[in-house]
């Protein structure tokens, strides 16, 4: 595990030779889909979900690694795109906001915001909501003030985060139900 | 979604907002989504000297570099472009003219010399480390104090000195009252600059259509018109003869773009007319290009054939800075145009940090007379507004010092009102509307209670009350100006606050825990807030702006019976399309899912001057859209009496169908009303029905108000203030959706809270950059915005419209409850809280814990 949070693990064929603009073989899954790309060594993990794999749900708001709008959820644990390599990405996988909806069906931390009115401008949901997926992964019911704790990384400029919690907050119930549901079938 | 479909009542109602869909899924369309074909990226180099000349600027490695298309310098966007002109030509004020790229001068760290266009990204910044520049450094004004000192460097150098705006008002018998008065009060007051810092930051792309030569400007813009006007006029750069020709060839042409704005003229004709260019000739003076330069861009845009339309989509956030037209834009729009190409800007934090809107800097010396039983007998304030470097397009300093002027009085009884106004220019980036813009009138007015109260030996609630205009006062004026109505409900905002509070039992606790060693406080804070305030707020300001009281919605059925509303409104945060819906589908009759909010695109919206601001958009756009709702439902049941063969009277519209009332079965679909219009075989969003409305809000009122309570636990180990409770009792009217408020008003205190205990854009005094990230300009997170009790008051206003405003007031509120609390904290050591901004270093000093510096 390094700093960055994520498992390591780099091209094995990288061509040192060729100058700085070679490119780097990356086979990731992103949002269950099996990727293979060439990248270019300096280009951030964010700009090659964005602009090469076109998923632009995750957004860059400082790009210095402070705000959270880019979080995406790498290998279970909740990473901001804007401070990793694409190369660094090798042999991951990555669910980002346009992997958590099944079709018109909602996941339940989305389903939550909704019944919460958790979000207004919105440029800073899908962090939170990646934030909240990993956290809610690994801690699947946590107090009122773990949740305040664990989304403290994330800025949002509009709601003064109440109702943001309260959406974690349901959506720990929303899952709880599902998961009883599923259990009763 | 709501399952209230068709029956009507949404008004009133949390119903869950019909944006979420789109934007908690990743769907979303921001600026920075936006994808066009063969887009070409920007990167802006900027000056890192505060105040030097450039002597000379070399872009030749730059343009050589695989992969850059084109470096546009200063020198290339003079000859491209018309220079920024003033908005609003007030007496006493004196506005540079500038233009989109500095040529010889830069004026701040981050101001804009070249701009370089690129194949992505990556490269043009690669690109900005080629290019050399030469600066000679000049000597920094970094502070208000040094730009009054007259010995400064003038930023400049036509306008005789860093003072460029300096007037006196008197409203009232100001010699008399504060001759008479038992006590005189004076209090100096300074804001730090702070910084909207919207989670999207700024950026604009341009499509070319590389065929036609047509702009598309997808912009994340708070105001799509305006940008579209503005950059049509500021990228006309043609000789006089060349635009009178063009006037006089495209008559038709000229007849279908002005279309849009042509009725928005006329009808604000008469708010036109007042418009105060008294300024106009000191200006000229000064600066006698700004007449040619006028001159020629009016008449550009007059002879201009072909306009850019511009789209704008999701925005995230904005809190008043992107209602600024920015110098990028413009550069941006004549790169584009000149390169044939598609080009994108997407601001980066540390460029937004530096120039993407500061606001608030102003010192303030506040003077209160008052009588020994307490009685508020006048106010007199000296003010000096750190305006930046480049003034703010359209709305720059001198506006925001009239908003000021006219609200310092707040809802206090006052015979008497004299402000002395003064706007320096600095080395620093350029000061915006920030969310109440006006709101250092509410802060200084409400610590100065405060301080009086203390000093009289009242409590802070004792002077509220026997100061704060009641029922009994109504109808009457404000002495800057205003009527007031009783919607301007302060006094039953505060009472009720009062009974919420139990300040006694807080009494008892506080010196409970001062036996502990704790220092427990709470602060009182009220304000009233145009919103949108009686047309005499407006031409109190600066005669003629009662323009934006005026706004128009389009409302259409098409003949497959879907509902679009179309608003000039451009939401960036405020959750429109769930508002409009629900007032448009309460006057047709029809489910909120039936109803399509169209914004954004200016080929498609009705044209406004100013879109998203100003607490504007329930009464305003809200009330246009109840209007045009309104008179189409009238179109609807005209139409449907013919097919049922009823009584217009009898008609209802219920759940999408109109029928005879009492009588369900005795009904037609809208569908099929629509239908009966344009006829079976026309196509599904072919329009059976087309209103469009002009609403302008009207009356004596138009006030929301507020009283804020903030309790805070200050602990003088570390200077870290706590906030265990936090109350605001608000009252902007009848709510449209309470969830929507209360999420306004909890968003307004928590950047409060950041104003107060967290942000500020750090200048050194020379005017050098120190909070270019954001772990220099914090932010309040989850952990530090306090859980915010909100109780609504619904006071009726007399108005056909009574929907009022609610956008700004938390933030206006906000700092000065907390200000207040922190010093009521700290009384025993009789400290005085001069300072919005109170870091835990600053608590310390007060306290005496620390010295400073």
Same mark, same amino acid.
């Given at each position: 595990m390094t700093a960055d949070g994520t498992?390591?693990?780099?091209?094995?064929?990288?061509?040192?030779?060729?100058?700085?603009?070679?490119?780097?073989?990356?086979?990731?899954t992103i949002n269950r889909t099996p990727i293979e790309a060439v990248v270019e060594s300096r280009r951030t993990l964010a700009d090659f979900i964005r602009d090469e794999l076109g998923l632009t749900g995750t957004h860059l708001g400082c790009e210095h690694g402070v705000c959270g709008a880019c979080t995406i959820v790498l290998d279970g644990r909740a990473v901001r795109s804007c401070l990793m390599l694409a190369a660094q990405a090798d042999r991951t996988e990555i669910p980002t906001i346009e992997g958590l909806a099944d079709g018109d069906e909602l996941h339940p931390i989305q389903q939550a915001m909704h019944d919460t009115h958790g979000f207004q401008c919105a440029f800073c949901a899908p962090g939170f909501l990646m934030t909240a997926v990993a956290l809610l992964e690994t801690n699947p019911s946590p107090t009122t003030e773990e949740i305040r704790r664990e989304m403290s990384g994330n800025l949002c400029r509009c709601t003064g985060y109440r109702t943001i919690l309260d959406g974690v907050e349901r959506a720990v119930g929303l899952m709880a139900d599902g998961m009883k549901e599923e259990g009763d079938e | 979604?709501?399952?209230?479909?068709?029956?009507?009542?949404?008004?009133?109602?949390?119903?869950?907002?019909?944006?979420?869909?789109?934007?908690?899924?990743?769907?979303?369309? *921001?600026?920075?989504?936006?994808?066009?074909?063969?887009?070409?990226?920007?990167?802006?180099?900027?000056?890192?000297?505060?105040?030097?000349?450039?002597?000379?600027?070399?872009?030749a490695a730059a343009c050589a570099l695989s992969g850059v298309h084109a470096v546009f310098t200063g020198a290339d966007i003079e000859r491209l472009t018309n220079p920024f002109l003033p908005f609003s030509m007030m007496t006493n004020l004196y506005t540079p003219l500038h233009y989109a790229l500095s040529k010889d001068r830069v004026r701040m760290v981050g101001d804009p010399v070249a701009i370089v266009v690129a194949e992505s990204r990556y490269i043009a910044e690669d690109a900005l480390d080629l290019i050399e520049v030469d600066y000679e450094e000049l000597p920094p004004v970094g502070t208000i104090a040094t730009a009054l000192d007259p010995t400064s460097t003038p930023l400049w150098k036509r306008a005789g000195g860093n003072v460029l705006y300096d007037d006196n008002a008197e409203h009232g018998?100001?010699?008399?009252?504060?001759?008479?008065?038992?006590?005189?009060?004076?209090?100096?007051?300074?804001?730090?600059?702070?910084?909207?810092?919207?989670?999207?930051?700024?950026?604009?792309?341009?499509?070319?259509?590389?065929?036609?030569?047509?702009?598309?400007?997808?912009?994340?813009?708070?105001?799509?018109?305006?940008?579209?006007?503005?950059?049509?006029?500021?990228?006309?750069r043609r000789s006089v003869l060349d635009s009178a020709k063009s006037f006089a060839r495209n008559k038709q042409r000229r007849a279908g773009l002005l279309a849009g704005a042509r009725s928005f003229l006329s009808e604000s004709a008469d708010d036109l007319k007042k418009q105060d260019n008294s300024g106009m000739f000191a200006q000229v003076r000064k600066e006698p290009s700004t007449l040619p330069h006028m001159f020629r861009t009016a008449l550009g845009v007059a002879g201009k054939e072909r306009f850019p339309t511009v789209v704008a989509k999701d925005i995230g956030g904005g809190f008043g800075a992107k209602g600024a037209v920015a110098r990028e834009d413009v550069a941006l729009a004549a790169a584009a145009i000149e390169l044939g190409r598609s080009v994108r800007?997407?601001?980066?934090?540390?460029?937004?940090?530096?120039?993407?809107?500061?606001?608030?800097?102003?010192?303030?010396?506040?003077?209160?007379?008052?009588?020994?039983?307490?009685?508020?007998?006048?106010?007199?304030?000296?003010?000096?507004?750190?305006?930046?470097? *480049?003034?703010?397009?359209?709305?720059?300093?001198?506006?925001?010092?009239?908003?000021?002027?006219?609200?310092?009085?707040?809802?206090?009884?006052?015979?008497?009102?004299?402000?002395?106004?003064?706007?320096?220019? #600095?080395?620093?980036?350029?000061?915006?509307?920030?969310?109440?813009?006006?709101?250092? +009138?509410?802060?200084?007015?409400?610590?100065?209670v405060n301080v009086v109260a203390r000093r009289l030996g009242m409590s802070q609630a004792e002077i509220r009350l026997k100061n704060i205009m009641g029922a009994e006062d109504f109808p009457t004026a404000m002495v800057t100006g205003p009527t007031v109505d009783e919607t301007m409900s302060t006094r039953k905002t505060l009472e009720r606050a009062l009974e919420l509070a139990d300040l006694d039992s807080f009494e008892r606790a506080k010196a409970d825990a001062a036996a502990e060693g704790r220092y427990l406080g709470v602060g009182i804070a009220n304000y009233p807030e145009a919103a949108p305030g009686p047309p005499n707020y407006w031409d109190s300001l600066s005669p003629g702006s009662g323009v934006f009281l005026r706004q128009t919605a389009r409302a259409t059925v098409a003949r497959d019976g879907s509902v679009e509303v179309r608003t000039p409104q451009m939401p960036h945060?405020?959750?429109?399309?769930?508002? *409009?819906?629900?007032?448009?589908?309460?006057?047709?009759? /029809?489910?909120?899912?039936?109803?399509?909010?169209?914004?954004?695109? #200016?080929?498609?919206?009705?044209?406004?001057?100013?879109?998203?601001?100003?607490?504007?958009?329930?009464?305003?756009?809200?009330?246009?859209?109840?209007?045009a709702g309104r008179?189409?439902?009238?179109?609807?049941?005209?139409?449907?009496?013919?097919?049922?063969?009823?009584?217009?009277?009898?008609?209802?519209?219920?759940?999408?169908?109109?029928?005879?009332?009492?009588?369900p079965a005795r009904g037609v679909a809208l569908a099929d009303v629509a239908a009966s219009v344009v006829g079976?075989?026309?196509?599904?969003?072919?329009?059976?029905?087309?209103?469009?409305?002009? *609403?302008?809000?009207?009356?004596?009122?138009?006030?929301?108000?507020?009283?804020?309570?903030?309790?805070?636990?200050?602990?003088?180990?570390?200077?870290?203030?706590?906030?265990?409770?936090?109350?605001?009792?608000?009252?902007?009217?009848?709510?449209?959706?309470?969830?929507?408020?209360?999420?306004? /008003?909890?968003?307004? /205190?928590?950047?409060?809270?950041?104003?107060?205990?967290? +942000?500020?854009?750090?200048?050194?005094?020379?005017?050098?950059?120190?909070?270019?990230?954001?772990?220099?300009?914090?932010?309040?997170?989850?952990?530090?915005?306090?859980?915010? +009790?909100?109780?609504?008051?619904e006071t009726l206003s007399p108005g056909e419209n009574d929907f009022r405003g609610v956008g700004e007031g938390g933030m206006i509120g906000a700092p000065a409850a907390i200000t207040n609390a922190i010093e009521d904290a700290l009384s025993e050591f009789d400290v005085t809280v001069r300072e919005q901004y109170l870091p835990p270093s600053r608590i310390l000093e007060l306290a005496g814990v620390i010295t400073p510096d």
């Open positions: 498992e390591g693990g780099r091209g094995e064929s990288i061509d040192t030779s060729a100058g700085p603009r070679v490119g780097i073989p990356i086979t990731c | 979604m709501s399952s209230r479909s068709g029956l009507g009542g949404f008004v009133g109602t949390s119903v869950k907002r019909v944006e979420d869909q789109r934007l908690l899924t990743g769907r979303g369309t *921001y600026l920075a989504d936006v994808r066009v074909e063969g887009c070409l990226d920007a990167a802006f180099l900027r000056s890192p000297y505060p105040h030097a000349e450039i002597a000379s600027i070399d872009v018998d100001v010699d008399e009252v504060f001759t008479r008065a038992d006590h005189v009060f004076t209090e100096t007051f300074s804001c730090p600059r702070q910084s909207n810092q919207p989670m999207e930051t700024r950026g604009t792309l341009v499509e070319v259509d590389a065929g036609t030569g047509e702009l598309t400007v997808h912009s994340a813009t708070q105001s799509s018109h305006m940008l579209r006007w503005l950059l049509a006029a500021y990228t006309e800007w997407v601001e980066d934090r540390v460029e937004n940090l530096l120039d993407g809107g500061h606001a608030r800097e102003e010192e303030m010396t506040l003077s209160m007379a008052v009588d020994d039983d307490g009685t508020i007998r006048g106010l007199k304030v000296d003010v000096v507004l750190d305006q930046g470097a *480049y003034p703010s397009t359209p709305v720059a300093g001198a506006m925001i010092m009239q908003m000021m002027r006219v609200m310092w009085p707040g809802s206090y009884r006052m015979e008497a009102f004299a402000q002395r106004s003064r706007i320096v220019a #600095t080395n620093k980036g350029k000061y915006v509307a920030y969310r109440g813009p006006w709101a250092n +009138e509410t802060w200084t007015r409400e610590r100065m945060g405020q959750s429109h399309e769930t508002t *409009y819906a629900q007032i448009a589908a309460d006057e047709l009759g /029809v489910g909120i899912e039936d109803v399509t909010v169209v914004y954004g695109d #200016t080929s498609r919206t009705p044209f406004d001057l100013l879109g998203t601001g100003g607490s504007r958009g329930g009464p305003v756009g809200g009330g246009a859209v109840r209007k008179s189409l439902r009238g179109e609807i049941l005209d139409a449907a009496a013919d097919l049922l063969e009823a009584s217009v009277d009898d008609l209802e519209i219920k759940n999408g169908s109109v029928h005879v009332s009492g009588v079976d075989d026309a196509a599904a969003d072919s329009l059976a029905f087309d209103v469009s409305e002009s *609403y302008t809000s009207a009356g004596d009122g138009g006030w929301s108000t507020a009283t804020h309570v903030c309790w805070v636990d200050v602990d003088l180990d570390t200077g870290q203030v706590t906030i265990p409770r936090y109350l605001v009792v608000e009252d902007c009217g009848p709510v449209i959706n309470p969830a929507i408020v209360d999420g306004q /008003v909890r968003g307004g /205190v928590a950047q409060g809270v950041g104003a107060v205990l967290f +942000e500020r854009v750090a200048y050194d005094d020379d005017g050098g950059m120190r909070s270019t990230t954001y772990l220099d300009y914090e932010m309040p997170t989850s952990m530090e915005v306090p859980d915010i +009790e909100i109780e609504h008051l």
